[in-house]
């Protein structure tokens, strides 16, 4: 039998049966999904080193949003463990890359030689400019 002509999955299966209606009854924690979400968002801003100190605070509200999910996802008829999981992953890696890149930018501004060495590249660069 090929692909095309084996019948759809769930095709004959009543609209009123206990397995239709079982899985309409569960739904996935909102906390899950906003974890997912703010742990994405989170990652990327830390990524751009621009919006560094955005994506350390959504990593945080991910990470609780990840906890919160996990604790919802115990109740009976909600889902959303995975997605909590993967929420609070992506939360925590971005925190981590937040608090690194805070201490490499803390760390080098402090470093006067490596100030100064930056100085003089941007002045030849702005020299060889003009």
């Given at each position: 039998?090929t692909?095309a002509s084996?019948p759809?999955r769930?095709a004959?299966?009543p609209a009123?049966s206990?397995?239709?209606?079982?899985?309409t009854?569960?739904k996935?924690?909102?906390a899950?999904?906003?974890a997912l979400v703010?742990g994405?968002?989170?990652l990327?801003?830390?990524?751009?080193?621009?919006?560094a100190?955005?994506g350390?605070?959504l990593?945080i509200?991910?990470?609780?949003?990840g906890?919160v999910?996990?604790?919802?996802?115990?109740?009976?008829?909600?889902t959303?463990?995975?997605?909590?999981?993967g929420?609070l992953v992506l939360s925590?890696?971005?925190?981590?890359?937040?608090?690194?890149?805070?201490?490499?930018?803390t760390t080098f501004?402090?470093?006067?030689?490596?100030?100064?060495?930056?100085?003089?590249q941007?002045?030849?660069?702005r020299?060889?400019?003009?």
């Open positions: 039998m692909a084996q759809a769930g004959g299966v009123d206990r397995a239709h209606r079982a899985s009854g569960v996935t924690s909102a899950a999904t906003f703010f994405v968002a989170g990327f801003s830390v990524l751009t080193a621009i919006l100190w955005v350390l605070v990593g509200i991910g990470i609780v949003l906890i999910g996990l604790k919802m996802a115990r109740r009976p008829g909600v959303g463990r995975g997605v909590s999981i929420g925590i890696l971005a925190v981590l890359i937040g608090l690194g890149l805070a201490a490499g930018i501004v402090n470093n006067k030689g490596a100030v100064d060495r930056l100085q003089n941007v002045d030849d660069l020299d060889k400019l003009d």
